[in-house]
């Protein structure tokens, strides 16, 4: 999926873009991940980053189509064309490293459009698949 390009030495400029993202949104979280070992605290920062910008196209500015768009950027990362931005090039140097699975990834971007449309739910089904998709992926 990934070519060996990318790797976390040659990306520290996109996970240093990555890590400044959590520190000013999760001051907790940041703390708490800096203390790991580098590269497995700079491959959380990626994750979160990625996490962060599909939850402020929602938050902020509910555009349906900016979430498609990064949706599109996961397909073609997914498919190892890797988006010229920070979070993927960072992303791409996390999935070769570690085992990763990128199913979560499209999991998250399901939930934001879920609640790009929040309904109550009306099953305790429904309220599992909410909490699965969207309470779950904190």
């Known amino acids: 999926m990934i070519n060996n390009q990318y790797t976390f030495s040659s990306q520290q400029t996109d996970f240093l873009a990555c890590e400044k993202i959590i520190k000013h949104h999760s001051k907790t979280f940041y703390f708490a991940f800096s203390k790991l070992p580098k590269e497995q605290a700079q491959s959380i920062f990626a994750i979160y980053a990625f996490c962060r910008e599909a939850d402020d196209i929602v938050d902020l500015t509910k555009d349906r189509?900016?979430?498609?768009?990064?949706?599109?950027?996961?397909?073609a990362f997914e498919q190892g064309n890797i988006p010229n931005e920070?979070?993927?090039?960072?992303?791409?140097?996390?999935?070769?490293?570690y085992p990763?699975?990128?199913?979560?990834?499209?999991?998250?971007?399901?939930?934001?459009?879920?609640?790009?449309?929040?309904?109550?739910?009306?099953?305790?089904?429904?309220?599992?698949?909410y909490a699965y998709y969207?309470?779950?992926r904190g």
């Open 65 to 75: 189509a900016k979430l498609e768009a990064l949706y599109q950027k996961l397909v």
């Open 86 to 97: 920070p979070i993927f090039r960072a992303l791409a140097v996390v999935f070769q490293h």
């Open 100 to 129: 990763m699975d990128i199913a979560p990834f499209y999991d998250m971007l399901e939930g934001q459009a879920k609640d790009l449309e929040f309904r109550q739910s009306k099953t305790l089904d429904e309220l599992k698949e």
């Open 134 to 136: 969207v309470a779950g």
